[in-house]
């Protein structure tokens, strides 16, 4: 496999070689892709996009020719919706066109960032999903809850108290934790999403009336009309939303040279990725530091 210039077994050591030949190999196929599609090509995956994300980005984008179009290989399963849109007008600024690639899953804040490009690469195993925000489970801090779910537990705890006030003990019992500043905070942070939409979409389209009408369908389809948080979101959903994605079946040349690639990062198992030809940040999962 070639090996970009600056990357040839010369220029290291035999063991420090054989330590990172996993890399090496990485970055050779990322080097292969740039040639062949004539872009700069950059992997983030981590579990959820948030306000470190930035500096991990933008050491990765280091080699970035802001001449090229930038394709970025994306999988998250979240995170907080401000970084999203932050890490997009990012990856903007470093190229002339951007196109996300979704090889996997890219849910709630990845599918944020993935409005703010021009172009949204889906295969046969690409999901995105709804962008109505999540929080920390009162009752398990490491989870995360949708506001919407949230809302309906508070709604319906009402109601049934309502109907049957001697339930107040149970009620209250099974609501620990949810104050009155969360349940707001959910309120505001669903009121917030369309304006989020309208701030992604119009990263990558100056066309203020395009930008309005392309968020109100956007909207109605990944935040007001799904009632779980999971929902799966299809390249055909996505082509109905107006949004522009480019459907790749598995025999086409593009989307296998990019299967090739993401397979590494699968077998990589770490939580956060950002790599590009030459910058790595590559950190395990906790669970492999404690082993």
């Not at 962008?131 to 009402?158: C, M, N, S, W």
């Not at 942070?189 to 990558?204: D, P, Q, T, Y």
Request: aromatic share 6%; charged share 25%; proline share 6%.
């Amino acid at each position: 496999m070639e090996l970009p210039e600056d990357m040839t077994s010369e220029r290291r050591t035999p063991l420090y070689e054989a330590y990172n030949s996993n890399r090496y190999e990485r970055q050779a196929l990322i080097s292969q892709y740039q040639a062949q599609y004539e872009c700069s090509l950059i992997i983030l995956s981590d579990f959820f996009l948030q306000a470190d994300s930035i500096p991990f980005l933008e050491e990765t984008l280091t080699d970035a020719d802001a001449s090229q179009e930038l394709h970025i290989i994306l999988h998250t399963m979240g995170g907080d919706g401000n970084s999203a849109l932050r890490l997009a007008r990012q990856a903007q600024s470093r190229c002339t066109e951007l196109t996300v690639i979704v090889p996997d899953q890219a849910k709630s804040a990845g599918t944020l960032f993935a409005l703010g490009a021009h172009h949204i690469v889906m295969g046969p195993t690409s999901d995105l999903g709804p962008v109505d925000p999540q929080f920390p489970d009162p009752q398990h801090p490491h989870r995360l809850i949708a506001g919407k779910t949230l809302i309906r537990a508070v709604e319906y705890a009402e109601e049934r108290i309502a109907a049957r006030p001697e339930t107040y003990p149970l009620h209250v019992s099974l609501l620990a934790g949810v104050s009155a500043p969360l349940l707001q905070t959910a309120y505001d942070e669903i009121s917030r999403s369309g304006e989020l939409i309208k701030e992604a979409l119009s990263v990558a389209n100056e066309d203020a009336n395009a930008v309005a009408a392309l968020a109100e369908r956007v909207c109605a389809r990944l935040v007001d009309e799904p009632t779980d948080h999971a929902a799966i979101v299809s390249a055909d959903d996505v082509r109905e939303m107006g949004l522009p994605v480019k459907k790749m079946a598995a025999t086409d040349e593009q989307w296998q040279a990019i299967w090739r690639l993401w397979t590494k990062y699968i077998a990589l198992s770490a939580s956060r990725v950002y790599e590009g030809v030459r910058s790595s940040i590559v950190i395990p999962w906790p669970e492999a530091d404690a082993g």
